[in-house]
């Protein structure tokens, strides 16, 4: 089975995890299949992927539903849409529930929702910052000794 991945370097450790992505309204919901360059913050803490209110409106999203979204500090009652994701690494998650909500550090933020779907490894040698998600996952669990 082909596999995808997805590398990142930095030359200092980085307390973040920023990549390029792309997103559109979902194919389902649209036929315009043009797709916008974001900044995407990988979250391991988050369960569920989100969107800046902003951008959701500046793309003219259609939201599909409404759901209540807890952090760190409150719960709020948000839009949730439907997008498809475009990964560097040239893999798509069609028809993704996100929710809109007000965060630092990117455009969207990729939750667990899309990271448990492969393999994510961050390693910090020699003072770098090394990145990877790789889809579909080893066969093997990967374990650093």
């Known amino acids: 089975m ?3 991945v997805y590398r ?5 450790v980085v307390s973040s995890i920023i990549t390029p992505a792309g997103i559109r309204q ?14 995407a913050l990988w979250d391991t803490g988050a369960t569920h992927s989100v969107i800046q209110p902003g951008l959701a409106r500046k793309l003219n999203l259609i939201p599909i539903d409404k759901a ?18 475009c990964l560097p ?12 909500s007000d965060f630092s550090g990117g455009d969207i933020l990729i939750g667990m929702d899309i990271i448990q779907k492969g393999d994510f490894v961050i390693s910090n040698a020699q003072g770098k910052t090394h990145f990877s998600f ?4 080893h066969t093997q669990p990967i374990y650093i000794d």
């Open 8 to 12: 990142k370097n930095y030359d200092r």
């Open 26 to 39: 979902a194919s389902i919901l649209s036929k315009d299949s043009s797709i916008n360059e974001v900044s």
């Open 68 to 85: 209540t979204v807890c952090g760190i500090n409150s719960c709020e009652v948000v839009n949730v849409y439907w997008i498809d994701i």
């Open 89 to 100: 690494n040239n893999v798509s998650f069609e028809n993704v529930a996100i929710s809109e």
């Open 134 to 137: 790789r889809i579909p996952s």
């Open 2 to 4: 082909k596999h995808f």
